[in-house]
């Protein structure tokens, strides 16, 4: 970090406690002792400045103590992130890409709880659709988009870059059923650790890491009903795993 950096350019001259920086080394010494002795003071003065967190503009309006701005910064919710439709340039923090995915492209977002099943409808017009969870506000991102003769279909968590490395933090089960007519149901399942992105390159192509391949005779027309479930993955520390709603049927709703 360059404040450490600084810090190793200031000492402390031994005879008399002058804080000297490292270019006044020779002509300080001419009148008094070498200063060749660490400066704790003024690591304990640096230790207690505060900066501004470099999101600012995104809408943090924190200050840390500079040795914690790069654990902040790692962690902030305003870390920017991009818009996925091809052409946008829009760039901004979680919150801010839900305004700007309801008034730029007519796609609000639709609001999902942990731990149970949800039947949504999706148009396949678009190429991605937008969750929120309700417990925390995570954004994640529904992609759909043709692959051979059937629909790829894949869930992320949006995040920014320096939390997208991090290890996975949901689950996720996906599955598409429709009844055969001969008692007999068709079913497509997928179940996998959500992976993140944010989304600096765009929505994933179809067939990109794990997707739901959903064969065009369970797609009625140009919706997809999707049964789509999200669950928390609770960190290692808290032991277990988390512990969620029994799966309840919804009246699908479609996103358009």
């Given amino acids: 970090m360059i ?5 190793r350019l200031w000492s402390q001259c031994e005879a008399a406690g002058h804080v000297v920086c490292c270019f006044c080394h020779a002509g300080h010494a001419a009148l008094c002792s070498r200063a060749s002795a660490h400066c704790g003071e003024l690591d304990a003065v640096v230790g207690a400045v505060k900066v501004p967190c470099p999101y600012r503009a995104f809408g943090c309006e924190r200050y840390v103590v500079y040795h914690e701005a790069a654990d902040h910064q790692r962690a902030c919710r305003c870390a920017p992130c991009s818009c996925p439709e091809p052409g ?3 760039v901004g923090s979680r919150a801010m890409l839900l305004g ?3 008034a730029g492209h007519q796609r609000p977002a639709v609001t999902v709880r942990y731990g149970r099943a949800w039947n949504l ?4 017009a678009h190429r991605w ?22 629909t790829a279909v894949s869930l992320l ?4 870059d320096g939390e997208a490395g991090a290890a996975p933090r949901f689950r996720c089960k996906l599955s598409v059923e429709r009844p055969a007519g001969d008692d007999k149901d068709n079913l497509v399942l997928m179940a996998s650790a959500v992976s993140s992105s944010a989304l600096s390159t765009g929505a994933p192509a179809p067939g990109q890491g794990m997707f739901l391949a959903v064969p065009h005779e369970l797609i009625s027309g140009d919706t997809l009903t999707l049964s789509l479930r999200i669950d928390l993955i609770q960190p ?8 969620s ?9 479609r996103m358009q």
């Fill in 100 to 102: 700007h995915f309801a």
């Fill in 236 to 243: 290692a520390a808290a032991g277990g795993a988390p512990k």
């Fill in 88 to 90: 946008c340039a829009f």
């Fill in 3 to 7: 404040w450490g950096w600084l810090l």
């Fill in 157 to 160: 968590c949006v995040r920014p």
């Fill in 121 to 124: 409808g999706f148009s396949l």
């Fill in 129 to 150: 659709h937008v969750l929120v969870g309700d417990e925390d506000r995570s954004l994640f991102l529904v992609s759909l988009g043709p692959l051979g003769a059937a």
């Fill in 245 to 253: 709603a029994t799966p309840q049927a919804r009246t699908p709703r």
